[in-house]
């Protein structure tokens, strides 16, 4: 039986922190003394936990959870193999940890490094591989000069932390890290932990697989003290004018992250800058509901709810905080009320047109809609009404309701049966009619 395979029936059996379990036969002499000063750097260089810093590597194991803390020092945990063990002893111990970069060209394999270090110099050494490929162009966003790259390093390394730290040790297989022309992809053994799903990834609490291990990571500072990683993807994603991150391709046996490349959106980004200079950053629910406000100009309560995936209730007050700062305007009422970019914002974008199509037609149009329409058809309903104009049927009634009291209607009818025609024609046909008589 591997040694994976005791871990796997281990943690079945008792549903325990696989992570925290002692990995039998290792001993202090597994551990690298150069891993720990590793460790050292990295607190110092992302600000993690710097009490540590202050003890002696025994202690500083002991409080990372790397050894027993009741001061047994003949094994270590599976953290802290991961994070200080020695190259041989992984493999030898713990055979499922693997990480592979890969550059990939439609079906060729242009670069494939396979990478079995302890768990931080396996991330440095990923990040060094991103560095080297990952180019940035320098643009002019408004007056702004700014450098977008590629791919947002922030965003990547969130991306690898959650592959290394999350997947599921117990299972087979390599962390896969695959940059192609257009995108990166991410991918770890074991699906989502209970409870998580696609509907909720950006809302539900924090449930590492591997607590220990990602206490630790946290200790170090290389993940977000309230575990939640996954906004800084999704923001970096956003601000660097780049499509949402997707998670779509995830299984039960394997969490996939898409992070898309491509062509930065500069309006966006913009106006990202804007609000930064004026001291007032976007939130991740703003940048989420613009982003989806750029690429299909409207939404509506619900839409947005699902976008940034929580209540209605809740959602209402995001809407209104970026009405607020004038970045959006309602048009319509209660049920049929939708939101836009705002004129302020197309006039940014230099594209005053584009608001007056997504604004539709201002209240005179609608009228001279609808009295056209009654010349050619002679009748109107307020469900025809609705669906002319693109409103809500309240709205079509106050439309209606104007022209009856302006004196160029007659309605006729009452309930579902009532229409709406020309006072014109009315006169005509009453005048026909007396006449024949």
């Not at 551990?31 to 993690?48: A, F, M, N, Q, S």
């Not at 993807?233 to 779509?248: A, C, H, K, T």
């Not at 007050?317 to 309602?330: K, Q, S």
Request: proline share 4%; aromatic share 6%.
């Amino acid at each position: 039986m591997t040694p994976s395979d005791i871990l796997s029936r281990q943690s079945i059996a008792i549903q325990e922190d696989v992570s925290a379990r002692i990995v039998e036969g290792t001993s202090w002499d597994d551990v690298d003394p150069l891993e720990i000063l590793r460790l050292r750097h990295t607190i110092e260089r992302y600000r993690g936990d710097a009490v540590l810093l202050e003890l002696s590597d025994l202690d500083f194991a002991k409080a990372l959870g790397m050894v027993d803390a009741n001061g047994d020092t003949r094994c270590l945990t599976l953290t802290g193999l991961l994070l200080a063990g020695k190259e041989q002893s992984i493999r030898r111990r713990l055979p499922t940890h693997e990480a592979a970069f890969q550059v990939l060209s439609d079906v060729d394999v242009e670069v494939n490094q396979f990478c079995r270090s302890p768990i931080v110099r396996t991330l440095e050494e990923m990040l060094l591989f991103l560095r080297a490929r990952n180019s940035e162009t320098e643009v002019m966003a408004g007056m702004f000069r700014v450098g977008i790259p590629d791919f947002s390093e922030r965003a990547f390394r969130e991306g690898v932390v959650n592959a290394l730290v999350h997947r599921d040790y117990t299972r087979q297989g390599a962390v896969h890290i695959q940059w192609r022309e257009d995108r990166i992809e991410i991918s770890s053994p074991g699906g989502f932990p209970e409870g998580v799903h696609l509907n909720n990834l950006l809302v539900t609490p924090p449930r590492p697989r591997n607590p220990r291990l990602a206490d630790s990571f946290k200790r170090l500072g290389l993940v977000e003290r309230t575990g939640r990683g996954i906004d800084t993807i999704f923001s970096e994603q956003l601000r660097n004018g780049r499509p949402v991150p997707d998670y779509g391709r995830s299984t039960s046996a394997w969490v996939t992250l898409v992070i898309p490349g491509g062509r930065a959106n500069l309006e966006f980004i913009r106006l990202v800058l804007e609000q930064d200079e004026s001291g007032r950053s976007l939130s991740l629910d703003e940048l989420l509901i613009l982003n989806s406000l750029f690429t299909d100009r409207r939404i509506d309560t619900a839409t947005a709810a699902k976008v940034i995936q929580k209540p209605e209730a809740e959602t209402r007050g995001a809407l209104e905080r970026l009405g607020e700062r004038g970045l959006i305007e309602p048009r319509g009422e209660r049920r049929g009320r939708v939101y836009h970019l705002s004129a302020a914002v197309y006039r940014m974008l230099g594209q005053k047109a584009a608001y007056v199509r997504v604004r539709g037609f201002e209240p005179e149009q609608h009228r001279q809609m609808i009295l056209q329409y009654l010349r050619k058809h002679g009748a109107i309903t307020r469900s025809e009404t609705a669906d002319l104009c693109q409103v809500s049927p309240d709205q079509a009634t106050r439309i209606l309701k104007g022209l009856v009291d302006d004196g160029h209607l007659v309605l006729r009818g009452r309930g579902r049966g009532a229409y709406y025609e020309l006072v014109d024609r009315c006169r005509e046909e009453n005048g026909s009619f007396e006449t024949e008589a």
